[in-house]
């Protein structure tokens, strides 16, 4: 097949976030299947290797605004170059798919091929204050899409009612091809008999780290040996350090890391907690299971359909230290049964969240739309 992804960043050319990972594991994964990969997003920040020859790149300049105003401004200018530029290649080309990514779907509707929204985290639908008065117009790209688009993807089955509510759009235009991870062939955890905490993710209010160091500082009698490592970057990185103060050298920031050190993490973590108020799907969470993790997690977006309660992990309310303090607290009362509740975790990301699965689905979704 002839597919077409577009999205604003991807892994390695921009960021490392978790949908920028997920559109690289997608091309590596559909060139696997022996699918002609088009590729169209911003210029990127560096030089870049490690993509197959039947991968095509098309760069269209655009801002990659951090800041609220800049992206409601720039944004719109990009798509509509996007929309430009698909008109164009479709014309030369025969695609059979065009799959997009985020609000990158505005620069791909009423084209003549199928189109496959993925919305990922739907921030502008979950965000507050200044900021979703600010993504009032994204809210109108994103639903106008939808409704044009010829499948919308959920990443989860527990965010197949989000999309609808948020998206207007009926159950039977939605198809499920959960997130996934590209299954590690050596893994050697480096456990010791401690209490590693380990979170991963852009340190934003949204990611719910400054829940997490207050069920800390609230949570008694746990291990003297206890640590936290947050890895990320983010406009909170300040106030969660002088957040995490009173908890002294248990807590350490390990700022932004390669992929290598990231792996490294988690393989010496012993528990990983991810505190995040809203979600899409969670490549991060994904990535510990995979690596033997037991989960804390809270109860949003596509959480609930990889953290099974007493079987690999915990699941909490997002925005209340109490109750993450006292799963906290009951995870260190069961220490024993880590290892235990880790291979749990392992064993359902290599069955249902693979992306040996996730690509066959794609396929099978984007041949029955031909």
Not at 59 to 66: E, L, M, S, T
Not at 118 to 147: C, D, I, L
Not at 326 to 350: H, P, T, Y
Request: include cysteine; charged fraction near 20%; aromatic fraction near 8%.
């Amino acid at each position: 097949m002839n597919l077409v992804i577009v999205s604003r960043a991807i892994y390695p050319l921009h960021g490392f976030g978790g949908m920028e990972r997920h559109c690289h594991d997608w091309i590596l994964t559909m060139a696997e299947l022996g699918c002609k990969i088009n590729v169209i997003t911003m210029p990127p920040d560096h030089e870049f290797s490690g993509f197959p020859t039947s991968v095509h790149f098309h760069f269209i300049p655009g801002k990659p605004a951090r800041k609220i105003f800049e992206r409601i401004t720039s944004y719109p200018k990009w798509v509509d170059d996007v929309r430009s530029f698909l008109s164009q290649l479709i014309k030369k080309e025969s695609v059979d798919a065009i799959y997009a990514n985020g609000l990158a779907i505005a620069g791909c509707t009423g084209l003549s091929v199928p189109v496959f929204y993925n919305p990922h985290g739907m921030e502008e639908f979950k965000t507050s204050g200044v900021k979703f008065v600010a993504y009032s117009s994204f809210r109108s790209m994103s639903r106008n899409a939808a409704k044009d688009s010829t499948k919308v993807i959920a990443t989860d089955k527990s965010l197949v009612s989000e999309i609808q509510k948020f998206l207007s759009i009926p159950e039977d235009k939605i198809v499920v091809i959960p997130n996934a991870v590209r299954i590690a062939t050596h893994v050697t955890p480096n456990r010791k008999e401690s209490t590693n905490f380990l979170s991963v993710g852009r340190l934003e209010h949204n990611k719910g780290f400054h829940i997490l160091i207050q069920a800390l500082t609230r949570t008694k009698n746990l291990p003297s040996d206890w640590k936290l490592t947050i890895a990320g970057t983010g406009s909170m990185e300040n106030e969660l350090r002088q957040l995490a103060i009173s908890l002294g050298d248990h807590v350490s920031f390990g700022g932004e890391v390669t992929p290598d050190q990231l792996e490294q993490l988690y393989q010496n973590a012993n528990l990983f907690i991810h505190p995040t108020l809203y979600e899409g799907s969670s490549i991060v969470t994904l990535e510990a299971m995979m690596y033997g993790l037991p989960i804390i997690a809270t109860n949003a977006g596509g959480l609930p359909d990889k953290v099974q309660p007493e079987v690999n992990g915990w699941l909490v309310e997002p925005g209340d230290p109490a109750t993450l303090s006292n799963a906290i607290l009951q995870a260190c009362n069961i220490r024993g049964r880590w290892e235990e509740m880790g291979k749990e975790s392992a064993r359902i990301v290599r069955e249902q969240f693979s992306w040996n699965r996730a690509g066959q689905l794609f396929l099978e979704t984007f041949q029955q739309a031909k």
